[in-house]
């Protein structure tokens, strides 16, 4: 078996998630995959994780613009996602950063990990997020005022929540399953969600004080994923550096476009303009797209904690494979030069060259020699 040799439902057809392995391992020797209900579970729990920031704040709806009545904030009832225009960033996070941990450990475990596996994965943590839309778009359903802007309202938060699943569903796909570039590109997408997420923490733990560092962890924390990712990804390859370059667009544009739609969606007196609301997210995003504070120094940042890191593991790579013993093909051991610069042939010492030629002894050894196993794209 070819070294890459991918073992898989597509090939084998014993339902295995597709892997690659070393040359002489045999498919019977890969380990037994885990069982569905168990990756299930997984997603099941990640789904969870992913509305956690939420979900530690106490869940109550934030004030809508349509709502039937007047109410104070503690008179809103409670909902698994906080739908309303002011938060759609929000709310993207809370989707997609479930899906793109999940397809972390995905990876991880790829290993025990059957086809089978990651559509449980996947349905888990698909089947968590439709249940908290399920019943915040009923509670506000049934909260909302009576009239067409009440019906294309709730209409535009559920067609939001689904967008975001859709791609939360691309993420876990490349995260889990794509070649170490593809991988790259769906935790480069889930940066600024990741970013997004982690202060909906930070404003649960940090006193209220202190929310600058709120602010820090937004601006920073999407450059820092990206160094890491790139830095892990590697660059020795064609595909690999075209991934780090649209990895580094990605977080360039990544906050500016939050800003517009945060800005535009937010813009209350914009609302029945669709038209005039567009052409105002646009112009802040050209705005926000070369803000030095917050866009372009981050970037930067990233560029240069990616190329040190790249750095360190080449070096650390050349220093492993300088101290590693030298190692040598079974031919050489049964083949050597003797000391007079003739070649032994077998095993009986016999010298080409000299008269005494000895014959190959039959059982020579010629089995395609096995190697330690290195994954191919992991």
């Known amino acids: 078996m070819s070294e890459g040799y991918t073992v898989g439902s ?16 045999r498919a019977d020797d890969l380990p037994r995959p885990w069982g569905w209900w168990l990756w299930l ?6 789904g969870v994780i992913g509305l956690l920031p939420w979900l530690l704040t106490g869940m109550t709806l934030p004030l809508q613009n ?9 008179d809103m009832p409670s909902a698994l996602l906080p739908l309303s225009q002011y938060r759609l960033g929000m709310i993207v996070a809370l989707i997609v950063v479930g899906s793109a941990a999940a397809g972390i450990v ?3 475990a790829h290993r025990y990990l059957s086809a ?22 009923f509670v506000i359903g049934v909260g909302l005022g009576d009239g067409v802007a009440s019906v294309a309202y709730l209409a535009v938060m559920v067609l939001v929540v689904l967008i975001s699943m859709l791609g939360g569903v691309a993420v876990l796909a490349l995260i889990a399953r794509a070649p170490r570039g593809g991988a790259l590109i769906g935790i480069a997408l889930v940066a600024a969600a990741f970013a997004q997420w982690a202060a909906g923490i930070a404003r649960v733990i940090v006193p209220s004080g202190q929310n600058p560092i709120v602010m820090q962890v937004m601006v920073w924390l999407p450059a820092l994923v990206v160094a890491v990712a790139i830095i892990w990804c590697g660059v020795n ?10 990895a580094l667009l990605l977080l360039w544009i990544s906050s500016p476009l939050s800003t517009a739609v945060a800005a535009a969606a937010g813009t209350r007196v914009l609302a029945r303009s669709p038209y005039e609301m567009a052409d105002y997210g646009v112009g802040v995003f050209r705005m926000a797209l070369f803000e030095v504070q917050t866009v372009l120094l981050p970037v930067a940042a990233a560029i240069v904690v990616a190329a040190v890191g790249l750095l360190v593991r080449g070096l650390m790579a050349r220093s492993r494979r300088r101290n590693a013993p030298q190692q040598y093909s079974r031919e050489d051991e049964v083949m050597p030069f003797d000391d007079r610069g003739a070649f032994v042939v077998g095993s009986m010492g016999g010298v080409l060259g000299t008269g005494a030629i000895d014959t190959v002894p039959a059982e020579s050894p010629t089995e395609e020699l096995e190697y330690p196993t290195r994954p191919l794209g992991y």
Do not use: E
């Open 10 to 25: 597509g090939v084998s057809g014993n339902g295995r998630y597709p892997r690659r392995v070393a040359q002489g391992t």
């Open 41 to 46: 579970l997984f997603g099941l729990v990640f």
């Open 66 to 74: 349509l709502w039937s009545t007047d109410a104070a904030p503690s």
């Open 106 to 108: 995905a990876r991880s």
């Open 116 to 137: 089978g596996g990651f559509w449980a994965l996947t349905a888990g943590v698909g089947l968590v997020q439709l249940t908290a839309l399920g019943q915040s778009a």
């Open 237 to 246: 390859t064609v595909g690999r550096v075209i991934a780090a370059i649209v």
